[in-house]
Nanobody, 124 residues
Framework: QVQLVESGGGLVQTGGSLRLSCAAS????????MGWFRQAPGKEREFVATISASGGTTYYAASVKGRFTISRDNAKSTLYLQMNSLKPEDTAVYYC?????????????????WGQGTQVTVSS
């Protein structure tokens, strides 16, 4: 059974930074692409970023490109999301997710395991 546990969320002012972490277990972490998604109140879950199994290739949603950085440490089976220049519209519950392969995908249905989420709140 794959387990994904996010941490690092919190309350931050506009322009601030946060780093989210996602500890993974139960699957060969280094063989699978990973992603971050978010869901704001009253809105659908949306894609944020994805990273290949090796960490060599990344892809971002237009709304976060240039501000967020996805990375991974395969030795620690941990996924990260560094978020800089945060805006109130970044407020959401952030989820990490795992695919069963090494394909970079932005579709929710491409991911088969999800964490429980961590709340990020950006105050104006």
């Amino acid at each position: 059974q794959v387990q994904l546990v996010e941490s690092g969320g919190g309350l931050v002012q506009t322009g601030g930074s946060l780093r989210l972490s996602c500890a993974a277990s139960g699957r060969t972490f280094s063989s699978c692409s990973m992603g971050w998604f978010r869901q704001a109140p009253g809105k659908e879950r949306e894609f944020v970023a994805t990273i290949s199994a090796s960490g060599g290739t990344t892809y971002y949603a237009a709304s976060v490109k240039g501000r967020f950085t996805i990375s991974r440490d395969n030795a620690k089976s941990t996924l990260y999301l560094q978020m800089n220049s945060l805006k109130p519209e970044d407020t959401a519950v952030y989820y990490c997710a795992s695919t069963p392969n090494n394909l970079l995908r932005s579709r929710i249905t491409a991911y088969d395991y999800w964490g429980q989420g961590t709340q990020v709140t950006v105050s104006s």
